[in-house]
């Protein structure tokens, strides 16, 4: 069978999730960029892989998906590689909960906002939103602090191995750092920046660590 596909912009942090799923289990596959920034996600034919305009989008075979959730969770369970799912059925009721939290609260508020408007308005000749930011401080410093909870005790986010809440976390920390407020928010999470030196010299973190600029 051929490599899956991972349709999506390097840049994007769930674009990036899927392709650390498929490095950590040492699966070759193929992105296809599609550049949002610029409106290809709402072309015909991305439409028709993600009928939302969303990414990414996957397909393996016959197999499209979408949605960062069921790609990974499918990833995981369809190639040969280590497990990103914990044994015990706790700590993988975790792993769910530090998923939802972090696609659900986390990535609106870091990257929809704060990381969007500190680095990437100006990046295209725009001008940061204060408002915008500071509007969305509060809900990143609650996701932090429950993240920080969950780290504690551990090498990995929800368990000593990594997982795919590892995953999603990666890609949206690593650019949560490149902002003042994120670098603030990250000060006071000692676990946090316990598990971001565990995990930020795997190769898939350098592998799939995306350009800007």
């Known amino acids: 069978m051929a490599n899956p596909q991972v349709f999506g912009p390097a840049y994007s942090t769930f674009t990036r999730t899927v392709r650390l799923a498929l490095e950590e289990k040492g699966q070759d596959y193929d992105l296809i960029e599609v550049d949002i920034l610029h409106g290809a996600h709402q072309r015909p034919e991305h439409l028709a892989r993600h009928p939302f305009g969303k990414v990414p989008a996957f397909r393996h075979g016959d197999l499209q998906l979408f949605e960062t959730d069921p790609i990974t969770r499918y990833v995981n369970e369809a190639f040969a590689g280590p497990d990103l799912e914990p044994p015990d059925p706790r700590r993988r009721a975790l792993m769910g909960q530090a998923i ?24 295209v000749g725009g001008t ?63 676990n946090i920046q316990r598990w971001w030196q565990n995990v930020r010299t795997r190769p898939a973190v350098e592998a799939t660590r995306p350009q800007l600029g």
């Open 128 to 190: 940061a939103d204060e408002t915008v930011i500071q509007d969305a401080v509060p809900k990143a410093e609650t996701c932090i602090r429950v993240l920080e909870q969950m780290a504690q005790g551990h090498a990995c986010l929800v368990s000593e191995g990594l997982s795919r809440a590892d995953l999603f976390l990666i890609p949206i920390y690593d650019y949560l750092v490149q902002t003042p407020e994120g670098q603030q928010l990250v000060a006071g999470a000692p």
């Open 100 to 123: 939802a939290v972090i696609a659900g609260y986390a990535y609106p508020a870091i990257v929809g906002q704060i990381f969007m408007q500190r680095v990437v308005a100006p990046m």
